[in-house]
């Protein structure tokens, strides 16, 4: 067995509250920079005036954050999950310098690119440095509070680029990373080394670089970008995927420690479990705020509306996130993660009648249960995740939870607006919505296969 090198619990809530706020502080900053965002896209578009490319604004920061998840979890299991969230951040730092300092939108694209980088690995260890720092039922709880963060970004986010976008520039919305991301990285600074890696944890570039050239293939492949370099984008990638996933098939056989998703995920049935509520959760809730925007366009209802329903769904995270974290530990696995996916297909389905019916009071309730499900078991799934994790891996069973959940969101955007284009155009989204709670009832299915132990630590989970 090897040497433990995580914090006990009781040191985690007594000799590290620096750590604790530049966590808080740093994920607040990468949540925040993917919603705010979406409101300044106008402005760049005006400044820059180059239609083609401006999807990839987006795209751009959302495929590396998804991808450099597997990669930022075995670094961190290989030099210490602290060593490798001050490297992230600084990458954040630096990229978002380089995006207000953008000319033309090649050149922003490529920052929004590096930002995706610094991102990616700002949110999967700060989930792996609580979870260093926390164990037991302290450890639910604080996971449930990184969930929190996210809602309040969803929040704050719009808000934040709205205000600064109409007053200074829009630019000003990554100057204001500068003085935060410093702030954080100086707490870190200033804090206790936590997690000093292990040395014999070995990365594999050649399987992290197959996986990552796979997930970008099929995200591609299902994202309907235009890609005007290739005359027949859809065989070239297609090929490019199956290539990607041959090599690493081919590495994992041959060293399969260095598997980029832990083995465990595929030989243990709960973890097993987790994987797929991971995906379907993470469908049910990207989907309905994707698809409810344009559903309610059809209807006429105003962007204000629509905003405030969608809020709601942030909000419902927050409080099934905080509500998760307290009681996981009294009621268990099993009993949370079915709530979790009940709330979903019932708000889901909510949301298909009030579109149906035009009742606002319907579609609002839904969004509200799709956030409170989302909540539940996105902590749920994450805890479990980390209880079952051997001591030198747990930064890769971390990576691996928000992996999937990237993932699960591109997958069940681009899976839904296909749906829905299928269907006739009178009920299109009413019905795709009782599709996708059709899809969160096959994921409470799966839910009733989780443990029910009650006990947290990593001796129950056997």
């Known amino acids: 067995m090897k040497s433990q090198t995580l914090a006990s619990p009781e040191a985690g809530a007594g000799k590290y509250p620096l750590s604790v706020v530049a966590v808080l502080v ?4 990468a949540a925040m920079d993917s919603t705010a965002v979406s409101t300044i896209l106008p402005q760049i578009n005006a400044q820059m005036q180059d239609t083609t490319l401006f999807p990839w604004v987006v795209s751009g920061f959302l495929l590396p954050l ?3 998840a597997p990669l930022a979890g075995a670094l961190a299991d290989r030099f210490g999950v602290g060593a490798m969230m001050k490297v992230s951040l600084c990458v954040f730092i630096v990229a978002s310098v380089w995006v207000a300092l953008s000319q033309d939108m090649i050149m922003l694209i490529a920052g ?3 930002q995706g980088v610094g991102a990616g690995g700002i949110i999967v260890l700060s989930y792996s440095l609580l979870a260093s720092l926390f164990e037991g039922p302290k450890r639910a709880s604080m996971q449930g509070m990184l969930s929190s963060v996210w809602g309040l970004a969803a929040v704050l986010g719009p808000v934040a680029g ?4 109409s007053t200074l520039s829009w630019r000003a919305v990554f100057w204001l990373n500068l003085p935060l991301g410093v702030l954080a990285l100086l707490a870190l600074f200033f804090a206790p080394t936590i997690g000093r890696g292990q040395a014999s944890r070995h990365v594999d570039p050649l399987a992290q670089g197959a996986l990552a050239v796979f997930a970008c293939a099929a995200l591609l492949l299902l994202s309907n970008h235009p890609l005007e370099w290739l005359a027949h984008p859809m065989p070239v990638l297609t090929v490019v995927m199956l290539v ?3 090599v690493l098939a081919a590495r994992v056989r041959a060293a399969p420690d260095s598997s980029p998703v832990p083995l465990g995920f595929f030989t243990r049935p709960a973890l097993g479990v987790v994987m797929v509520l991971v995906m379907i959760s993470s469908v049910g809730l990207y989907a309905s705020v994707s698809l409810l925007p ?3 366009d059809h209807v006429r209802a105003s962007a204000l509306s629509g905003g405030a329903l969608i809020m709601l769904a942030a909000l419902g995270w927050v409080a099934g996130a905080t509500l998760c974290g307290k009681r996981l530990a009294r009621v268990g696995f099993r009993t949370m993660a079915v709530g979790g996916m009940l709330l979903l297909m019932l708000g889901c389905s909510s949301v298909a009648a009030g579109l149906y019916w035009a009742f606002w009071p319907g579609i609002g309730a839904g969004q509200v249960m799709v956030g409170l499900g989302m909540g539940l078991t996105a902590t749920t799934t994450l805890v479990f995740a980390q209880n079952s994790a051997p001591v030198e891996q747990l930064g890769a069973y971390t990576s691996t939870v928000q992996f ?5 969101a591109a997958f069940g955007v681009n899976g839904m607006v296909a749906v829905a284009l299928y269907l006739p155009p009178g009920h299109a989204y009413p019905a795709t919505f009782l599709v996708l709670g059709l899809i969160m009832g096959c994921g409470l299915l799966f839910a009733c296969g989780m443990p029910s132990a009650i006990g947290l630590r990593k001796d129950s989970l056997g």
């Open 26 to 29: 740093a994920l607040f900053l």
């Open 66 to 68: 998804a991808l450099v």
């Open 404 to 408: 999937l959940r990237s993932l699960g």
């Open 244 to 246: 990607g996933l041959g």
């Open 162 to 165: 709205a205000v600064l976008g």
């Open 112 to 114: 929004r690119a590096l």
């Open 294 to 296: 344009v559903a309610l």
